[in-house]
């Protein structure tokens, strides 16, 4: 019976924060299980489960999804980002520098997928509006900072970008 349910699982190779990995899993799992559970990178949240909060937000190809609802097949011979790919403490991304400095982070429980749907909006669009940013982070819920620090936040690390 083990050998019949090791028969099922699926066999995955994608690239997770700029490293190849591989890993076998049921069909059933999501990435935000596979990131938090097999990989231990507990960065992107489960707020929901159901695709309302954005906690979970992470880049696959370079689109930002909710990985609560991206069934871990899906990532086979993908690219996925999550926050701990984005920047640590000993070399923080501008966005998470731009974070600390306009006091976007309270609680901290959105800001993983904040900083990746910013990401991604700022990897097609480097010098977004105001209202494009307010857009691009609509999935993602903050119940702590009122978003005008988060919005601040994205808008500086963007004009940063294109200083010389
Ligand atoms: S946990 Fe995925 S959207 Fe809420
Ligand atoms: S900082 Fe707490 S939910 Fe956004």
Redesign the pocket.
Known sequence: MRNGMSQDLLSLAFTLNGETVSVRVEPHRTL?WLLREHFDLIG??????????????VLLDGQAV????VLAGKVDGADVLTVEGLGGPEALHPLQRWFVEKHAVQCGFCTP?MLLSAKALLDRNPQPSREEIRVAIA?N?CRCTGYDAIVDAVYAASREAIRP
């Open positions: 935000l992107a949240k489960e707020g929901c489960g159901v695709g309302e909060c954005g906690g979970c937000t909710n990985a609560c609802l997928g999935g819920l």
